[in-house]
């Protein structure tokens, strides 16, 4: 039809004057103003830029900005595809309305287009504002993220705006296993972050999990009070208590290490000893993890009917086979996506571990990471500390297929989602 | 007699966990209530007490214990109960000291982590001074108080309508929304660090709490929208839909029925996009540039990182300062919080 050639031509056909114009209006507008500038950072994305930075007679005459052309390329491909979908609405309409007419209605008038059109977009009007925000503050860094990952952009030699950043393929991909410093190092954290992220959840499940059953144990008096206390380490802001920790084990003049100087035991490096530093880590995570834990397990625990304790008892079970066949099954399986999303919690804990311990001791092996640097707080170090963002790039490209699958299948897992269109 | 109680009360407790108070206090009195049948015996739960002690004495097989077997698992009770006494307490403290460590290193004169001792020989409120004095404390509180309630006010519209509309309306592409958010969702955020900051500096966001606001606020949709779509999809269809044919219109609808009905699920949302910003210190390190515009997390963390342990008396009397408000703040409102997550999670 007409609207194939030009925006706004087949509504105009068809007697749809308003909304041929508001059509056309947008088509004029994108090329006018955009396609100049879409082109133009496209060939940017392409080439990351011809001419570096020079000085000329002691005067910096300014070269392209690799990184700013590869931010508005990909910005100005996604306007593209905003633009693109709403030429084809717009052939779609006017196919619609044709076909209408064809049969002998009459094509809706203006306002009655606008009023189909909130009733029908409701739904994507109310996600517009969502959508704009996870789009730019989301989707275009990621995209990005992803791309960095196949240039050198890194210090010292290919830093914006002093010099050019190169497309390099997969290379960054091959040294990352290739060279040994780095192979070493990924391997390296990468099972100290596996060992952490189980171990760390593992620990604070169990000790929540005893802690719930020993205070809903009728044989416990005060329960109110012990668990108003125990929760005081989940209530406290997380920063301020793993700062509190930092001091505590400081080895020199922490208090602990005094009160262990104080029964004759020997002062214990906490935190500078690579073993006990991984060990203090955690630790401190078990202290502020458990309640969470044992919060939640409470509330399953009152869930659990009794009569299947009775029944138990009759059937002459003793108290832990009960809890072996009762209440570990009941708790498992309430709990089970949230052990799941606490791995990946755990996986991600950068905060824990850099206001701890910073990733300390270092490691004179690894490539910028100490001993306790998860793969995340080396991330941050590769790019906020040592600008080698092409490398930080490939790991975190790692890091996100590993959690985000592990949290896609626990996702699709639970019931409500395989169930959703059902239910409707 | 006491079992069908037992079952009761436990129905009750299962509804939710704000019925946990009222369930744990029954409980508490049916303990009591055999205590005077039996020794109290460690067991789990009412319902053994109750076959113990025969109260039921239409089922087959529990019959009364002889009396040895009695003593001696009343000895073994007592050896257990005495263990798990000290279990608690010696936990309890654990959770307790450094709380009070911190708060009498604040108290404690010399501004070392080496003059710190758990009970000091004097007390002064100097350190509190020094911090509005010699710090801009009253300023970073006001500053991350000022970005607190506008995260939360801002994630809170943006979470509830994505929420709404995906959980309320059948369209194309929902299912694929639904799937990308989950994905978006797990996202480290550093990958995004470093092009949100060029997107920043480019609409001239940098060094601004709006810009850091925004940040967090796109941060909290993809988590937030999923747990409050799921919690709407558990309100019954039949209730809107009985409005619908009664004449109310869909902002009628939405106003009227559905935000009320998910008040602890929102609550949830708004607090922990308030508390956020108090804790976050590599987006807020990343954003604001500036001295006067720095946040709470960021002064603190500088006085104990950065110098070696030199100010330690001042950070802890900042970190009582923050941590005071935000712990009182949570105790009051855990019950939304934890009702929130098991919600949340279990109809996610």
Not at chain 2, 274 to 292: G, N, T
Request: net charge positive; proline share 5%.
């Amino acid at each position: 039809m007409l609207s194939v050639l030009f925006m706004g031509a087949g509504q105009l056909y068809n007697g749809q004057i308003v909304k041929g114009i508001i059509f056309m209006l947008a088509e004029v507008f994108y090329i006018i103003h955009l396609i100049p500038y879409t082109v133009k950072s496209v060939r940017g994305l392409i080439t990351l830029g011809d001419t570096p930075q020079k000085m000329v007679g002691g005067r910096i005459i300014q070269g392209d900005h690799s990184i700013f052309l590869m931010v508005f390329g990909i910005i100005s491909i996604m306007v593209f595809f905003i633009f693109a979908a709403i030429y084809i609405i717009n052939v779609k309409d006017a196919v619609n309305v044709g076909r209408r007419r064809d049969k002998g209605y009459d094509a809706a008038a203006f306002m009655d287009s606008v009023r189909n059109l909130s009733e029908k977009g409701f739904p994507y009007l109310l996600l517009t504002p969502a959508t704009v925000f996870i789009l730019f503050l989301t989707v275009v860094p990621l995209i990005f993220g992803v791309m960095i990952a196949f240039t050198n952009y890194s210090s010292p030699n290919h830093l914006p705006p002093r010099s050019l950043v190169d497309w390099v393929g997969f290379r960054n991909f091959i040294n990352l296993f290739k060279i040994s410093s780095l192979g070493k190092t990924f391997t390296g954290v990468a099972v100290w972050t596996l060992a952490w992220a189980v171990l760390a959840t593992l620990t604070t499940f169990l000790a929540g999990l005893i802690f719930a059953v020993i205070i809903n144990s009728n044989g416990v008096r005060l329960k109110k009070f012990w668990r108003s206390i125990f929760i005081l380490p989940w209530a406290m802001p997380g920063f301020i208590s793993i700062l509190i920790m930092r001091n505590m084990f400081n080895a020199q003049f922490g208090p602990i290490n005094k009160y262990l100087g104080a029964i004759g035991i020997p002062p214990v490096p906490w935190l500078a000893d690579p073993m006990w530093a991984r060990a203090t880590c955690l630790l401190v995570n078990l202290w502020l993890g458990f309640p969470y834990y044992m919060a939640m397990m409470s509330g399953v625990l009152t869930g659990i009917p009794q009569d299947l304790y009775e029944a138990a008892s009759i059937e002459g079970a003793g108290a832990v086979q009960k809890f072996r066949h009762i209440t570990l099954p009941m708790v498992l399986f309430a709990t089970a996506p949230l052990v799941i999303n606490g791995f990946a919690y755990n996986f991600n804990n950068f905060t824990l571990i850099y206001m701890l311990t910073n990733g300390n001791p270092t490691n004179n092996e690894y490539f910028y990471a100490g001993h306790t640097d998860i793969l995340l707080s080396w991330l941050y170090k590769l790019t906020l500390e040592q600008s080698q963002y092409h490398m930080a790039a490939v790991v975190s490209i790692i890091v996100f297929v590993f959690i985000a699958s592990i949290s896609t299948i626990n996702y699709l897992n639970t019931k409500s989602f395989r169930e959703e269109d059902m239910v409707q | 007699m006491k079992a069908p109680d037992a079952i009761n009360i436990s129905s009750a407790a299962a509804v939710g966990t704000d019925a946990c108070t009222g369930g744990k206090a029954s409980a508490c009195i049916i303990v009591q209530a055999n205590a005077g049948a039996n020794d109290r015996i460690i067991t789990e739960h009412p319902g053994t007490i109750a076959a113990r002690t025969g109260e039921q004495p239409d089922i087959p097989g529990s019959q009364p214990l002889p009396a040895y077997k009695k003593r001696k698992a009343n000895i073994r009770g007592m050896i257990v109960r005495f263990f798990i006494y000290i279990l608690l307490a010696a936990t309890a403290i654990s959770c307790v000291y450094p709380i009070i460590w911190i708060i009498f290193s604040s108290l404690t004169p010399g501004n070392s982590l080496f003059s710190t001792k758990l009970i000091p020989d004097r007390l002064t409120l100097e350190h509190y001074k020094e911090l509005f004095i010699e710090k801009d404390f009253g300023l970073w509180y006001m500053n991350t108080l000022k970005i607190a309630v506008l995260t939360m006010l801002f994630s809170l519209v943006l979470v509830i309508i994505t929420a709404y509309a995906l959980s309320q309306f059948r369209f194309r592409g929902r299912r694929f929304y639904l799937v990308t958010m989950l994905v978006l969702q797990a996202f480290p955020s550093f990958m995004t660090m470093i092009a949100v900051y060029l997107l920043l500096l480019q609409l001239n966001l940098l060094d601004s709490h709006l810009g850091l606001v925004l940040v967090y606020a796109g941060g909290a949709i993809p988590g937030g929208a999923l747990l409050v779509k799921g919690y709407f999809d558990g309100i019954p269809r039949s209730i809107p839909e009985a409005a619908k044919i009664d004449g109310a219109s869909s902002s009628k609808i939405f106003a009227r029925i559905m935000m009320p009905m998910s008040i602890p699920i929102l609550a949830f949302v708004a607090l922990s996009n308030f508390i956020a910003p108090w804790m976050d210190f590599i987006l807020a390190r990343l954003v604001l540039r500036s001295a006067s515009k720095k946040t709470l997390a960021i002064g603190l963390y500088e006085m104990v990182a950065e110098k070696t342990s030199t100010e330690f008396a001042m950070f802890a009397a900042g970190a009582v300062m923050v941590a005071v408000p935000i712990t009182i703040l949570f105790v009051v409102l855990q019950r939304f919080m934890i009702h929130g997550l098991s919600e949340g999670a279990s109809k996610l």
